[in-house]
């Protein structure tokens, strides 16, 4: 079982940056693949970033070249760095982990646990 808890989200205006992180309970944070999704308001939550426990990563064209994803898994903690971020970006952001089924990074069903969410608002 692993709980996770996202932090970090908040009001920025456009361009600014933000840093959300996820903490992670329980010992085995190193064994699994981790992800962020959003989900912005009418919409479906959608994967945004993934990382795997070795640290290959894969990334949304939407945000390719802007957020930075990372782990510390001494701290079992993963992180996203965001920077020049666009009113497009205001969502919700879910961190979540996965380590048995496989059915693609931005598949939902990769991935067994999910944190409460964390709102990231960009102003214009």
């Known amino acids: 079982q692993v709980q996770l808890v996202e932090s970090g989200g908040g009001l920025v205006q456009a361009g600014g940056s933000l840093r959300l992180s996820c903490a992670a309970s329980?010992?085995?944070?190193?064994?699994?693949?981790m992800a962020w999704f959003r989900q912005a308001p009418g919409k479906d939550r959608t994967f945004i970033v993934g990382i795997r426990s070795g640290g290959t990563t894969y990334y949304a064209d939407s945000v390719k070249g802007r957020f930075t994803i990372s782990r510390d898994n001494a701290k079992n903690t993963l992180y996203l760095q965001m920077n020049n971020l666009k009113p497009e970006d205001t969502a919700v952001y879910y961190c979540?982990?996965?380590?048995?089924?496989?059915?693609?990074?931005?598949?939902?069903?990769?991935?067994?646990?999910w944190g409460q969410g964390t709102q990231v608002t960009v102003s214009s």
């Open positions: 979540a982990a996965g380590s048995a089924y496989w059915a693609g990074y931005a598949s939902n069903r990769s991935y067994d646990y």
């Open positions: 329980g010992r085995t944070f190193v064994s699994y693949r």
